[in-house]
Every structure is written in C-alpha cells, then in structure tokens.
C-alpha cells in the first residue's frame, strides 16, 4: 500500500504566485482531510471531503484558498494569491468512509514556503 | 466551540523514566479519542480509544480515556530517544477529529 501521496514535497514561491498542492488519498478511503501545521497554530483542518464532496471548507482561512476532489484518486488544494503567512506544513489525511472520521492516515506533507 | 488542550507543552526527561501526557475536551457528539505521534514528518497513529477504563497497550506504550471526567493520558514507560517526538490528541465527533497542539518530549541519553 502506498500510503497517502502528495506533491510536492517542498514549495518555494514568491509573493502573490498561484501554489498548487496535490494529494492522492489511499486507494478505498472515501474520505480526504487538508491541514495546515504551524508552530502557533499547530494543526489546522481546512476542509475535508466524503466521497468527493466537500463537507466543511469552515477552517479555509479565506477567499484566496480553494480545493476540488474532481475524482475518488485526487485531490487539490490552491492558494492565489499566495502570501508570507500562508508558509506551513499543509498535510492531506484520508480516511475509511461510513462517518469514521476517526483513524487518519496522513500523507508526508508540502511544506510551503512564500517570501 | 469544540476544543483539545493538552499538557505539559514540553517535557524533557533522560532515558528510562516514564512520562505521562495529558489530554482534557470539550467536543460536541464525541466518538472517539485518538493519539499519534509525529517525529519531523507526518503523524503516525497509536491508538484510539472509544470506551472509559479500557486501557490499550503497545509495548511500553499505553493510553486510557475517562469520557465521564473528559480526558485521556498517554503512559510510557523505560523512555527512549527515539521516543523524542511531538505527541497529538486529537478527539473524533460525527464530523470530524479537532487535534491539540501537543506536548513535545525529548529524551536524553
């Protein structure tokens, strides 16, 4: 099994570049989470998605960050423009479906860097 | 508004104590209370626990959840250094896991 995948791994950019995370849950998790980690704020849900639909996009800080699920295998989560204070480690987690929002397996994490 | 504190913040300890880690909640339609434990990369998953008094073990590890006081504590026992990492609470409802901010332990040779 090959886990939770996401890419890239690290991200550089300048301020006001469009980013582009991506996250390939594991196969048969109907269930996908997006996090945000930073030392302040330690880990933060953004939005989580059951069976492609978005559920709660309440933790997506604002209008700039979006996310799609087109299909089962995939997952996006954008920020345009990007600023200094979006730089974090942003996790993606899947999960198995049927409300067992409870044992998340966590991907390795974009760490994401704006200056 | 749902809410995970766990303490100490930090903990530094030598080889072969034990430490014990606490997490209190405040959630709403709780399900479950799951630990993990997160070394420079991703979190990795321990264990999850659903009932009171039911103790669940994993070698030196182990984890017991009072739903009617609303914590948990996180034993381990003979420390390691490769026990140095940051150690989540994370407590399940019907929606979704609301995480702590953790309580990081080093341990010393």
């Known amino acids: ?115 | 508004e749902d809410k995970v504190v766990q303490s100490p913040l930090s903990l530094v300890v030598h080889e072969g104590d034990t430490v014990t880690l606490n997490c209190s909640y405040e959630v709403t339609n709780f399900r479950s209370l799951l630990w993990y434990k997160q070394e420079k990369k991703a979190p990795t998953f321990l264990f999850m626990l659903t009932s009171s008094g039911i103790e669940k073990k994993s070698g030196r590890l182990s984890s017991i959840l009072d739903k009617k006081e609303l914590f948990s504590i996180l034993n381990i026992t003979a420390t390691q250094t490769g026990d140095s990492a940051v150690y989540l609470c994370a407590v399940g409802n019907t929606d979704k896991l609301i995480f702590g901010t953790g309580t990081r332990l080093q341990v010393f040779p």
Request: aromatic share 12%.
């Open chain 1, 1 to 115: 099994d090959a886990g939770v995948i996401q890419s890239p791994r690290h991200e550089v950019t300048e301020m006001g570049q469009e980013v582009t995370l991506r996250c390939k849950p594991i196969s048969g998790h109907n269930s996908l989470f997006w996090y945000r980690q930073t030392m302040m704020r330690g880990l933060e849900l953004l939005i989580y998605f059951n069976n492609n639909v978005p559920i709660d996009d309440s933790g997506m800080p604002e209008d700039r960050f979006s996310a799609k699920m087109p299909n089962a295998s995939f997952s996006t989560l954008k920020i345009q423009p990007s600023e200094p204070r979006d730089s974090a480690v942003y996790f993606c987690a899947s999960s198995l479906p049927s409300g067992a929002f409870y044992e998340q397996y966590f991907g390795p994490g974009t760490r994401l860097t704006v200056t």
